[in-house]
């Protein structure tokens, strides 16, 4: 059964910096892409930042130039650099995993069926 454990939120203010780690393990098939997701309240989760095991990274726009996503080769451990923090960066910041065997970039939820629980990041003004 694949967990994913999440690490490195907190309360930070406005223009900090933050970096989240995702550890991953049981395994059973390799996953080639993984991503961190946010949901603030009220609204509904959104894809941040996605690499695959070549690489390749994803963001939205939204963290572009600020937030950088990395890992190890086998995305056994994922990494969620955040710098410049702003008050809407305040979430729940969800880990997840992809498909086994399958390699793309993506933000959509419905490709991801693995997911951590959570760690809370809030950003006061």
């Known amino acids: 059964q694949v967990q994913l454990v999440e690490s490195g939120g907190g309360s930070v203010q406005s223009g900090g910096s933050l970096r989240l780690s995702c550890e991953a393990s049981?395994?059973?098939?390799?996953?080639?892409?993984m991503a961190w997701f946010r949901q603030a309240p009220g609204k509904e989760r959104e894809g941040v930042a996605c690499?695959?095991?070549?690489?390749?990274?994803k963001y939205s726009d939204s963290v572009k130039a600020r937030f950088t996503v990395s890992g190890d080769t086998a995305l056994k451990t994922l990494y969620l650099e955040m710098n410049s923090l702003e008050p809407d960066d305040t979430a729940m910041y969800y880990c997840?995993?992809?498909?086994?065997?399958?390699?793309?970039?993506?933000?959509?939820?419905?490709?991801?069926?693995?997911w951590g629980q959570g760690t809370q990041v809030t950003v006061s003004s």
């Open positions: 997840a995993a992809g498909n086994p065997w399958v390699l793309i970039l993506s933000l959509e939820e419905t490709d991801f069926p693995y």
């Open positions: 690499i695959t095991s070549h690489g390749k990274t």
């Open positions: 049981g395994y059973t098939e390799r996953t080639y892409y």
